[in-house]
């Protein structure tokens, strides 16, 4: 039922579609299974993006496919006032799973949203304060309170006289410093930074420092494990919460289930999505207990206790036990970074590469010494990747970004590995051609 579509339905879909998005490629997907998808065409790609992350265990994985059949054949719907038998048991292990005193969850369905109910509940913890701070390069959602947390879009002008109550400060992004200094001797000026404006710039004082863990959309920017530990420690100095955004990270995207596990610090509430649900929506946070819970009504959506979502997440987390994901993620991660590294020595192009785990970011420039983002390349390097079969995903929103992510799902095999390092240089020549 509703499997197949006339070229003049494409047509007319496409023209009532009022997108948010932007600019695609003309291409209908109408088949996936694990890092492989295909077109209307027939025409087969490896997923590099993981459709937004989202399928970090890959498309239609069986036992989340069964786990939904079932669950859908019982009940596919109850409102948020009544309790079903996977968001107990889902509620039951992620508050397990979660480090630290992190063990109060609340969902929804969007990223977007789960950052947002993150905010609303600092908010809510600390009153009289009106203003977070956040990373320059920070990307976290779409809403409006969201979008005014995040790295700013240059066509979001018309919004910005109703977003505020964001003060934004440099964050250790190493091959930019925005403060002209060496990693290896500014003895992590940035975080002094971010003291200072703490306890100086922010009137009233901060509600939170909201901050993703390993930047996404701003970059795929990741940081030393010292930046962290020094950050939860300013926070805790000047009596701030701390946010981390994991939408992207969550589940095994860096190797552990949560990236925060990689540094060793645990904020007071930390979001997630994406890649929780198996390819169906899910997101939300996860908070301390020793902070003052919602009041009725706070903070509750229709959907918010989707059970079929729910289930699909169970069995995601299974699948991540089972197949010993965790570990193929590190594994692939060194393998394809070290990779790229030797790509690096042959095509100057290549400015800096950047994990951890399958969270891969290729810098592209036009010089290596003056670092000019080279815009236009990583495009055409996205065009290439598509006409050969291989979805890379890119950083700093669409057309404007010049760093290719290699994001694949964790089940991706290791000859697909190999044909995505195949396509990578063989992009890299083409686009090299033209530097």
């Given at each position: 039922m509703?499997?197949?579509?006339t070229a003049?339905?494409i047509?007319?879909g496409?023209?009532?579609?009022l997108?948010?998005?932007g600019p695609?490629?003309?291409?209908l997907?109408?088949?996936?299974?694990?890092a492989?998808?295909?077109?209307?065409?027939?025409?087969?790609?490896?997923?590099?993006e993981?459709?937004?992350?989202?399928?970090?265990?890959?498309?239609l994985?069986p036992?989340?496919?069964e786990?939904?059949?079932?669950?859908?054949g019982r009940?596919s719907?109850?409102?948020?006032?009544?309790?079903?038998?996977?968001?107990?048991?889902?509620?039951?292990?992620?508050?397990?799973?979660?480090?630290?005193n992190l063990?109060?969850?609340?969902y929804?369905?969007?990223?977007?949203?789960?950052?947002?109910?993150?905010?609303?509940?600092?908010?809510?913890n600390?009153?009289?304060?009106?203003?977070?701070?956040?990373?320059?390069?920070?990307?976290?959602?779409?809403?409006?309170?969201?979008?005014s947390?995040?790295w700013k879009?240059p066509?979001s002008?018309?919004?910005?006289p109703?977003?505020e109550?964001?003060?934004?400060?440099?964050e250790?992004?190493?091959?930019?410093c925005?403060?002209?200094?060496?990693?290896a001797?500014?003895?992590l000026?940035c975080?002094?930074?971010l003291?200072?404006?703490l306890k100086n710039?922010?009137p009233?004082g901060?509600?939170?420092v909201?901050?993703?863990?390993?930047?996404?959309?701003?970059?795929q920017?990741?940081?030393m494990k010292?930046?962290?530990?020094?950050?939860?420690?300013?926070?805790?100095?000047n009596?701030?919460l701390?946010?981390?955004?994991?939408?992207q990270?969550?589940f095994?995207?860096?190797?552990k289930?949560?990236?925060?596990?990689?540094?060793?610090?645990?904020?007071?509430?930390?979001?997630?999505?994406?890649?929780?649900?198996?390819?169906?929506?899910?997101?939300?946070?996860?908070?301390?207990d020793k902070?003052?819970?919602?009041?009725?009504?706070?903070?509750a959506?229709?959907?918010s206790?989707f059970?079929?979502?729910m289930?699909?997440?169970?069995?995601?987390?299974e699948?991540?036990?089972k197949?010993?994901?965790l570990?193929?993620?590190?594994?692939?991660g060194?393998?394809?970074t070290?990779?790229?590294?030797?790509?690096?020595?042959?095509?100057p192009i290549?400015g800096?590469i950047?994990?951890?785990?399958?969270?891969?970011?290729?810098?592209?420039?036009?010089?290596p010494?003056?670092?000019?983002p080279?815009?236009?390349e990583a495009?055409?390097?996205?065009a290439e990747?598509?006409?050969?079969?291989v979805i890379f995903?890119?950083s700093l929103?669409?057309?404007?970004g010049?760093?290719?992510k290699?994001?694949p799902?964790?089940?991706?095999?290791?000859d697909?590995?190999?044909?995505?390092l195949r396509v990578f240089e063989?992009?890299?020549?083409s686009v090299?051609?033209?530097?």
């Amino acid at each position: 039922m509703f499997a197949t579509i006339t070229a003049a339905q494409i047509k007319a879909g496409r023209r009532a579609l009022l997108d948010g998005w932007g600019p695609r490629p003309n291409v209908l997907m109408v088949k996936a299974k694990g890092a492989r998808m295909w077109d209307s065409n027939d025409k087969e790609y490896i997923a590099c993006e993981s459709q937004a992350f989202a399928l970090s265990i890959g498309a239609l994985h069986p036992m989340v496919v069964e786990a939904v059949r079932e669950q859908a054949g019982r009940i596919s719907h109850t409102a948020y006032g009544w309790d079903n038998i996977p968001m107990l048991l889902l509620s039951q292990k992620l508050a397990k799973l979660a480090p630290g005193n992190l063990n109060k969850v609340n969902y929804c369905l969007e990223g977007s949203l789960a950052v947002e109910g993150a905010m609303k509940l600092a908010i809510k913890n600390s009153p009289g304060k009106r203003y977070f701070v956040t990373m320059d390069h920070g990307y976290h959602g779409r809403t409006f309170l969201t979008m005014s947390a995040s790295w700013k879009h240059p066509h979001s002008t018309a919004y910005i006289p109703f977003i505020e109550n964001v003060i934004k400060v440099p964050e250790a992004y190493c091959y930019r410093c925005a403060f002209n200094l060496d990693c290896a001797s500014c003895n992590l000026f940035c975080v002094k930074y971010l003291d200072d404006t703490l306890k100086n710039r922010v009137p009233g004082g901060a509600v939170a420092v909201l901050m993703e863990v390993v930047q996404g959309n701003g970059g795929q920017i990741s940081f030393m494990k010292n930046y962290h530990k020094k950050i939860r420690e300013v926070c805790t100095k000047n009596k701030v919460l701390l946010i981390y955004d994991e939408v992207q990270t969550g589940f095994g995207r860096t190797g552990k289930l949560f990236a925060s596990e990689l540094y060793g610090v645990v904020p007071d509430i930390m979001t997630f999505g994406k890649a929780i649900g198996g390819g169906y929506p899910l997101a939300g946070f996860i908070a301390s207990d020793k902070l003052k819970p919602f009041d009725p009504g706070e903070n509750a959506f229709t959907f918010s206790h989707f059970p079929v979502s729910m289930i699909a997440a169970l069995a995601t987390l299974e699948v991540i036990e089972k197949e010993k994901l965790l570990e193929r993620c590190v594994k692939l991660g060194e393998y394809i970074t070290s990779r790229l590294m030797e790509m690096q020595q042959k095509y100057p192009i290549i400015g800096d590469i950047r994990g951890p785990g399958l969270a891969i970011g290729i810098e592209l420039v036009k010089n290596p010494v003056s670092k000019e983002p080279a815009v236009e390349e990583a495009n055409k390097f996205l065009a290439e990747g598509i006409k050969n079969g291989v979805i890379f995903g890119v950083s700093l929103y669409g057309a404007l970004g010049h760093i290719v992510k290699i994001k694949p799902p964790m089940v991706i095999s290791d000859d697909e590995v190999e044909t995505v390092l195949r396509v990578f240089e063989k992009c890299i020549k083409s686009v090299s051609k033209r530097t």
